[in-house]
């Protein structure tokens, strides 16, 4: 650390986060980190996204068990929704990341998958057998 202001809490942040050891310390830089090392807005973004997509899916699990009502189907269903509501949620307001580009290309495919789910039961009733 430098010499600074030791009332300012600029003061007790290290220069780079490798100072913390919580980044590679081969300097490697990324578009994802502003100039001092510490991830911007945007990264901070995708890591609640992601963070609270796992919490979602992993209540869901809980809950489905819990109601002794567990199934692929059922699952994905209620995790979709969830990626779904969260996506909605956290919608950027100005120009989005790169990365918002591939979550939506995930959505789209979680939707192609879901009208499949939705629409194998009624496929089911008229097979013949």
């Known amino acids: 650390m430098t010499d600074r202001d030791e009332g300012t809490l600029d003061a007790r942040l290290p220069e780079h986060p490798s100072e913390l050891g919580l980044v590679n310390q081969d300097g490697a830089g990324s578009d994802e980190t502003s100039s001092r090392g510490w ?16 919490v979602w899916m992993l209540l869901m ?46 959505v789209y495919i979680g939707f192609v998958i879901l009208a499949a789910v939705i629409f194998q039961g009624p496929l089911q009733l008229f097979e013949w057998q």
């Open 39 to 54: 991830p911007t807005e945007q990264s901070k973004l995708l890591q609640t996204i992601v963070g609270a997509q796992a």
């Open 61 to 106: 699990l809980v809950l489905l068990i819990g109601i002794d009502m567990l199934s692929p189907d059922l699952y994905f269903i209620v995790s979709f929704h969830g990626l779904v509501g969260l996506r909605l949620l956290f919608a950027p307001t100005d120009q989005p990341p790169d990365w918002w580009r591939k979550l939506d290309m995930l």
